[in-house]
């Protein structure tokens, strides 16, 4: 069987963001550096949380303390990591003081025990005390920064912000969705990540996607893509981190259930298998979370866009309005939200565009009714 490195909850392969990665290890050293703290933004599937990692795993490398957190309880994750506990215990041994005849004494008395939660007001302290005992300095990462609290962030960059005026070794990387770095720098409290490094990620390039599969294809021993099947997942791929991974994963998949020897060569078969799996399998993962957190009149919008589609893949807001029925100052709220979420973008004045693959298409399936009923009314039951 051939290895597959496009597998699992963490893929082996890391598509591109060479530049970032360099200018990440740059930071490493180069305390004076702008990269001390990135603000990764992007849909899903744009590969944020696979660059957190990325800047994990090369931090640990240099021996870097490295702290990743999530959106639950970020602080209180952050202090239990620092404190190695979330409370603490303060012993008590009171001395009753008395006076017999002129003479001094004490007489002691039982112990008292006090235990106190450590929380969001001890992290400055315990950030301190903690760049204060590492040798190698700390990155700490925080994943969908538009889940946590705002009160969180401030007291997040806040501690940060001391840390660097004390000089300490430190850094910091979050990640969220497109509206995500307006959301959390506007507020006061957050300037440690107005000045954040801001990296918008979106699709690769036709020549960075074609470079990400034909590298990694080639380093698997015994199997042989041609130029012409690469340029097919290349095609399909539309250079999105996710669809390129579950490509590269199910044509691997197809090979290995076809052929157990220690060579093979893919077939057209396996590739067009490949890519049907592929597809299917981003709907139902990526498109359908996507449209289920959106509002109806957004969805709405996004349908009546479909159906106003030019040949350069453009909608007049104006046809949408008309397809919908209604002014486009109704409409405002639902666009400026898709917006926000980087699901459709402004490329001129007048005009939307689709920022997620096959989100035009998939939005006028039925998708609200499950298999078992679709098949059901197929059969006419």
Same mark, same amino acid.
């Given at each position: 069987?051939?290895?597959?490195?496009?597998?699992?909850?963490?893929?082996?392969?890391?598509?591109?963001?060479?530049?970032?990665?360099?200018?990440?290890?740059?930071?490493?050293?180069?305390?004076?550096?702008?990269?001390? *703290?990135?603000?990764?933004?992007?849909?899903?599937?744009?590969?944020?949380?696979?660059?957190?990692?990325?800047?994990?795993? =090369?931090? *640990?490398?240099?021996?870097?303390?490295?702290?990743?957190?999530?959106?639950?309880?970020? +602080?209180?994750?952050?202090?239990?990591?620092?404190?190695?506990?979330?409370?603490?215990?303060?012993?008590?041994?009171?001395?009753?003081?008395?006076?017999?005849?002129?003479?001094?004494?004490?007489?002691?008395?039982? $112990?008292?025990?006090?235990?106190?939660?450590?929380?969001?007001?001890?992290?400055?302290?315990?950030?301190?005390?903690?760049?204060?005992?590492? @040798?190698?300095?700390?990155?700490?990462?925080?994943?969908?920064?538009?889940?946590?609290?705002?009160?969180?962030?401030?007291?997040?960059?806040?501690?940060?912000? !001391?840390?660097?005026?004390?000089?300490?070794?430190?850094?910091?990387?979050?990640?969220?969705?497109?509206?995500?770095?307006?959301?959390?720098?506007?507020?006061?409290?957050?300037?440690?990540?107005?000045?954040?490094?801001? &990296?918008?990620?979106?699709?690769?390039?036709?020549?960075?996607?074609?470079?990400?599969? $034909?590298?990694?294809?080639? &380093?698997?021993?015994?199997?042989?893509?041609?130029?012409?099947?690469?340029?097919?997942?290349?095609?399909?791929?539309?250079?999105?981190?996710?669809? !390129?991974?579950?490509?590269?994963?199910?044509? +691997?998949? =197809? !090979?290995?259930?076809?052929?157990?020897?220690?060579?093979?060569?893919?077939?057209?078969? /396996?590739?067009?298998?490949?890519? &049907?799996?592929?597809?299917?399998?981003? /709907?139902?993962?990526?498109?359908?979370?996507?449209?289920?957190?959106?509002?109806?009149?957004?969805? @709405?919008?996004? /349908?009546?866009?479909?159906?106003?589609?030019?040949?350069?893949?453009?909608?007049?807001?104006?046809?949408?309005?008309?397809?919908?029925?209604?002014?486009?100052?109704?409409?405002?709220?639902?666009?400026?939200?898709?917006?926000?979420?980087?699901?459709?973008?402004?490329?001129?004045?007048? @005009?939307?565009?689709?920022?997620?693959?096959?989100?035009?298409?998939?939005?006028?399936?039925?998708?609200?009714?499950?298999?078992?009923?679709?098949?059901?009314?197929?059969?006419?039951?």
């Amino acid at each position: 069987m051939f290895h597959n490195p496009f597998s699992g909850g963490k893929p082996e392969v890391f598509f591109g963001r060479r530049e970032i990665l360099q200018r990440f290890e740059i930071a490493m050293i180069d305390q004076g550096s702008d990269d001390r *703290a990135f603000f990764f933004t992007g849909t899903r599937g744009s590969g944020k949380t696979a660059i957190l990692e990325q800047l994990s795993v =090369r931090a *640990a490398r240099k021996k870097r303390l490295v702290i990743d957190l999530g959106p639950e309880d970020t +602080i209180l994750q952050l202090v239990h990591e620092l404190a190695g506990f979330e409370e603490k215990t303060d012993t008590i041994s009171p001395q009753a003081s008395i006076n017999i005849f002129g003479t001094g004494g004490g007489i002691s008395t039982g $112990s008292v025990s006090k235990t106190r939660r450590i929380g969001r007001e001890s992290l400055q302290s315990l950030l301190l005390e903690t760049c204060e005992r590492t @040798k190698h300095g700390i990155l700490v990462t925080v994943d969908e920064v538009q889940k946590v609290p705002i009160e969180d962030i401030s007291s997040l960059c806040n501690a940060f912000q !001391m840390a660097s005026r004390k000089g300490h070794d430190i850094m910091l990387a979050v990640a969220g969705l497109p509206y995500a770095h307006a959301s959390v720098t506007k507020h006061e409290g957050c300037t440690y990540l107005r000045r954040a490094s801001h &990296e918008e990620l979106g699709l690769f390039t036709w020549e960075e996607t074609a470079q990400a599969f $034909s590298s990694v294809f080639a &380093e698997i021993k015994g199997l042989k893509i041609s130029d012409g099947f690469l340029d097919q997942l290349n095609l399909k791929s539309y250079g999105h981190p996710y669809l !390129m991974q579950l490509l590269g994963y199910h044509l +691997i998949l =197809r !090979m290995n259930e076809n052929s157990p020897g220690k060579s093979h060569e893919a077939t057209e078969r /396996e590739v067009s298998d490949a890519i &049907e799996i592929a597809l299917r399998t981003y /709907e139902r993962r990526a498109l359908q979370p996507l449209l289920e957190e959106l509002s109806e009149a957004e969805k @709405k919008y996004l /349908e009546a866009m479909s159906d106003c589609l030019d040949q350069e893949r453009l909608a007049a807001t104006s046809d949408i309005a008309d397809r919908i029925g209604v002014t486009q100052n109704r409409l405002s709220r639902a666009r400026a939200n898709l917006i926000d979420h980087g699901i459709i973008a402004v490329p001129k004045r007048g @005009k939307v565009m689709f920022c997620i693959p096959y989100l035009a298409d998939f939005v006028k399936k039925d998708i609200g009714l499950s298999n078992t009923i679709q098949v059901a009314r197929q059969r006419r039951v």
